[in-house]
């Protein structure tokens, strides 16, 4: 049973470019969550979603971020026209169930620079 | 509100020695609990969790930890340390009766372990 699955593992962009992240739940897992790791800092929660319904993006920017986790294929965090600010690890992670309820299994995150 | 307190940023052991790493949390609710370790550049592994069952809780490589509700702590031990243990730990409190599950993570802390 593969784990969750990232990718792009590692992204480069400059700045006002477009960043698209892809995540792939664990089989069987309906419920993803996205979290921010700026260097130094712990993980923050910014977006959690079921098939094709965003539950809680209370910890998404207001700006320039969206999440989607449609019906067939992986959950996307898109961010547009990126800064430098948004150089972090985005990790995904993956339940079936409700998040407090159920483990949270992580994937192997995907490194974002902007340059 | 829930929060998550780790009390020391660096911990430096040798190996064979035990390792301590202290959390606190603050939550309206009886929350769960969980420890996660992060190896550079790696993804979030799960050590262990405390979901309301018995207070002592053992997680995998040797890792436990206790709830002390009067303490409102959750430190995580390991009686003997090993270098691969040389990693970052995540402490995380989820309370589900103010909101689904969110994870609230603390900031980590870094733990060397030295021959």
């Known amino acids: 049973n593969a784990g969750v699955m990232q990718n792009p593992r590692h992204l480069v962009r400059r700045r006002g470019q477009e960043a698209r992240l892809r995540c792939s739940p664990m089989?069987?897992?309906?419920?993803v969550y996205w979290y921010r790791q700026l260097p130094e800092e712990g993980l923050k929660f910014m977006v959690y979603?079921?098939?094709?319904?965003?539950?809680?993006e209370s910890g998404m920017p207001k700006e320039r971020f969206s999440a989607e986790f449609p019906k067939e294929g992986p959950s996307i965090l898109r961010i547009q026209q990126v800064v430098r600010g948004d150089s972090a690890a985005y990790f995904c992670?993956?339940?079936?169930?409700?998040?407090?309820?159920?483990?949270?299994?992580f994937g192997p995150g995907t490194r974002l620079t902007v340059l | 509100a829930q929060s998550v307190t780790q009390l020391d940023s660096h911990v430096s052991v040798s190996e064979g020695t035990p390792v301590l790493l202290r959390c606190n949390y603050s939550?309206?609710?009886?929350?769960?609990l969980f420890w996660y370790v992060q190896h550079p550049n790696k993804g979030l592994q799960l050590l262990l969790k405390?979901?309301?069952?018995?207070?002592l809780v053992k997680g995998i490589n040797g890792f436990e930890a206790e709830f002390k509700k009067s303490e409102t702590s959750f430190h995580l031990t390991k009686p003997s340390a090993h270098m691969s243990d040389a990693a970052e730990y995540f402490c995380?409190?989820?309370?589900?009766?103010?909101?689904?599950?969110?994870?609230?993570f603390g900031a980590g802390t870094q733990v060397v372990v030295t021959p």
């Open positions: 992670a993956s339940s079936p169930g409700q998040g407090g309820a159920d483990t949270q299994y």
């Open positions: 089989k069987g897992h309906s419920h």
């Open positions: 405390y979901t309301s069952a018995a207070t």
């Open positions: 995380v409190v989820s309370d589900l009766r103010n909101s689904w599950g969110k994870l609230q």
């Open positions: 979603l079921q098939k094709e319904n965003i539950i809680d």
């Open positions: 939550s309206s609710y009886s929350p769960s």
